[in-house]
């Protein structure tokens, strides 16, 4: 069985600061993609990234994939109230209808004004 | 424009009773999956398609069926709902053009209640 482990599992910080969320397996995958999700809504995407060493950015998010293709970081500068939001680090593999899409436990960010 | 819309968006069944949850696609996917989300957990992958390809979570309870008449629209059957059962249930979808997966767009998950 694939895990995702996630860490840290909870996080309140102030606004303008910067933090960094990890997500670590010990098992390959082919992507990994993170989502950020609003209470009593679906989770959205943020982004996937499919090769290893591969950093995405998007605005003030940084996302790199581990060269291994095992573990993965989002990154974000300078913190605002609106990035509160529990992030979801998920593990893709391909091959056709074998392929699935696991999460991790996530990371409850609060950000405070 | 929601491209893939699940309804209810909450749902009160009693203890026991079969319930129906659907989801519909507006962005001609091959895979669909359902998942459960119970409060402050992440969501837990129940089943999912490929086409017409269903696989089944080792974990996932008998209580738990699906279907899927055609590529647009899927239906979790929850046979005889326990109060273990009330979570949000999430659908969502992904493309796989020439065997990669895009990311998951998910719906805006169905609330279910056990009475």
């Known amino acids: 069985t694939q895990l995702l482990e996630q860490s840290p599992q909870f996080l309140s910080i102030q606004e303008g600061e910067n933090l960094t969320v990890y997500c670590n397996s010990s098992?390959?995958?082919?992507?990994l993609q993170w989502y950020r999700q609003e209470p009593g809504e679906g989770p959205v995407l943020l982004v996937t990234v499919v090769t290893g060493g591969e950093v995405k950015k998007l605005k003030r998010l940084t996302f790199q994939f581990g060269d291994a293709r095992k573990d993965s970081s989002l990154h974000i500068t300078a913190a605002q109230p609106g990035d509160t939001g529990l992030y979801l680090c998920a593990g893709g593999n391909h091959g056709g209808s074998q392929g699935n899409l696991i999460f991790g436990k996530g990371t409850k960010l609060s950000v405070k004004p | 424009d929601a491209m893939v819309i699940q309804n209810p968006r909450y749902q009160v069944t009693q203890f026991g009773k079969p319930v129906t949850l659907s989801c519909s696609q507006t962005l001609n996917h091959n895979v669909m999956y359902w998942y459960q989300q119970k409060s402050s957990q992440a969501p837990k992958l129940l089943f999912h398609y490929y086409d017409k390809d269903f696989n089944n979570e080792a974990d996932t309870p008998d209580n738990f069926q699906s279907r899927r008449p055609n590529t647009s629209f899927c239906f979790l059957d929850i046979r005889s709902p326990g109060l273990g059962d009330a979570a949000m249930y999430l659908c969502?979808?992904?493309?796989?053009?020439?065997?990669?997966?895009?990311?998951?767009?998910f719906g805006q998950g169905t609330r279910l209640t056990v009475v």
């Open positions: 098992s390959v995958f082919s992507s």
């Open positions: 969502a979808t992904q493309g796989d053009p020439q065997g990669v997966r895009t990311g998951a767009f």
